[in-house]
C-alpha cells in the first residue's frame, strides 16, 4: 500500500478540490442538501474550508473530525468560531471498533464462522473515556463508530459516565452505524439521549450473508431500526457514503422494504425492523438536522427555515415503495439557488 501511494505521489490542493467539487456534483444530483462528513484526517475539511473562502459551496456540510485531535478544534472554535451555514464544525468522530465483514466488528461472543475471534477495538476504552470528556467538556459534540454489541455497550456507557461526569446539557452525543445491539442496549438511546446514526442500507447489503458471521440470534436486534424509531429515540438516517450509494432513494427504500440486495427476501429481511415511509422521511430530514444541531432552521419547508429542497418527478406516497428507486431528481434547491436541475 505505501509503495503504491509513494508512486502516485501526493495530491496538490487543488487536485483534491477538484474531487470535493465532483462529490459536490454527485450529492446535489440525488437530491442531498447537506452531508456530515466523518473522516479520520481533516482532507475534506481542509478542502471545503478552502472553497468556502471563494464562496458558497452549493451543498452544505456538517463536519465531525478526528476526536484524538480534540483539542486542536477546540483552539481553532476560539480563534475562528464554528463556520457558518455552509462549512459547519464542532464535532468529533472516533472509530471504536471494525466491521462486520471483516469480522472485526467487537462481539461478546465469538463469530459462528470464526470461533478465534470476536472482533477488535480499534480505540483503547481508556482513551476513549479521556478523549470524548475533554471533548465534551470543550463543548463539542462527539460520535462513535460501534457496529458489534459489545462495543456499542461499551460507547453507550462511555457516554453514560462522561455526561455524568461533566454534568446536563445539550450534548447530543451520536453512535454511528449502531449494526449490532443487545436487547437491554435498545432502549438506552432514547434514556440516554444518543442520537442513533443509522444507515439503512447496510442492512439488505449485510442482510445477504450477516447469519453465517453471528447466527440468527443475534441477528434479531441488528440492524434494529424499527425499534429504535419505536423507542422514542432520535434516529437520523444517512448513506455512509462511499461505502454505500449517496443516493437517499436507496435508503429509503431500504429502510421501508428491507429487502436484501440478492432478492431472496421478498417481504423484507427481519421486516419487524421496517419504518413507515414518513418515519424514514423524518429520519432524513428533521432527524438529520437535528443531529448536527440545525433543526431550527434545516430540515424542514416551513417560515423561517433555509430554502432547502428537491423536487423529484414522483410523489413517493403515491407510488408503490418499490418504485422509490426509480424516481428521478429534477431539482435540488439549496440556500433559494438551484444548484442541480
Known amino acids: 500500500k505505501n509503495l503504491v501511494l509513494r508512486a502516485i505521489g501526493k495530491p496538490t490542493a487543488d487536485q483534491i478540490d477538484a474531487v470535493t467539487r465532483k462529490g459536490i456534483e454527485l450529492a446535489l444530483s440525488k437530491g442531498v442538501t447537506q452531508v456530515h462528513p466523518t473522516e479520520l484526517e481533516t482532507i ?20 465531525f473530525l478526528p476526536l484524538k485531535d480534540w483539542e486542536a478544534q477546540a483552539a481553532l472554535i476560539a480563534r475562528e468560531g464554528r463556520g457558518d451555514d455552509w462549512v459547519q464544525w464542532g464535532g468529533c468522530k472516533v472509530v471504536f471498533d471494525g466491521s462486520l465483514g471483516s469480522r472485526t466488528a467487537r462481539f461478546y461472543e465469538p463469530y459462528a464462522d470464526d470461533p478465534t475471534t470476536r472482533g477488535i477495538m480499534v480505540t483503547d476504552p481508556t482513551d476513549l ?50 449494526q449490532h445491539l443487545k436487547p437491554r442496549a435498545l432502549p438506552r438511546f432514547k434514556e ?27 441477528l434479531k436486534t441488528s440492524f434494529a431500526i424499527g425499534s429504535l424509531v ?38 423484507g429481511w427481519h421486516p419487524e425492523q421496517r419504518v413507515t415511509l414518513a418515519q424514514a422521511m423524518r429520519s432524513y430530514t428533521q432527524e438529520s438536522a437535528y443531529a ?29 415503495s418499490h418504485l422509490l428507486v426509480k424516481a428521478k431528481t429534477l431539482k435540488t434547491i439549496v440556500g433559494g439557488i438551484a444548484r442541480f436541475g
Not at 475534506?44 to 463536519?63: I, M, N, Q
Request: proline share 3%.
Open 44 to 63: 475534506t475539511f481542509d478542502s471545503t474550508r478552502r472553497l468556502r473562502a471563494k464562496g458558497e459551496t452549493g451543498l452544505r456540510f456538517h463536519h
Open 129 to 178: 473515556r479521556r478523549w470524548m470528556q475533554g471533548a465534551d467538556d470543550a463543548g463539542l459534540q462527539v460520535t462513535a463508530h460501534a457496529i458489534g454489541d459489545e462495543a456499542n455497550d461499551i460507547v453507550l456507557d462511555t457516554m453514560a459516565a462522561v455526561a455524568e461526569a461533566n454534568g446536563a446539557r445539550d450534548r447530543r452525543f451520536r453512535i454511528e452505524h449502531v
Open 192 to 218: 440516554q439521549g444518543i442520537i442513533a446514526s443509522v444507515q439503512p442500507y447496510h442492512a439488505i447489503d449485510d442482510g445477504r450473508w450477516a447469519v453465517r458471521r453471528i447466527g440468527e440470534e443475534r
Open 230 to 267: 419505536r423507542s422514542g429515540a432520535h434516529v437520523c438516517m444517512g448513506s455512509d457514503w462511499p461505502v454505500a450509494p449517496i443516493d437517499p432513494l436507496t435508503g429509503l427504500d431500504a429502510a421501508v422494504n428491507r429487502e436484501t440486495l440478492d432478492g431472496l427476501n421478498p417481504q
Open 292 to 320: 448536527g444541531f440545525n433543526e431550527k432552521h434545516m430540515g424542514l419547508i416551513a417560515l423561517g427555515y433555509l430554502a432547502d429542497f428537491v423536487v423529484w418527478d414522483s410523489d413517493f406516497f403515491a407510488i408503490d
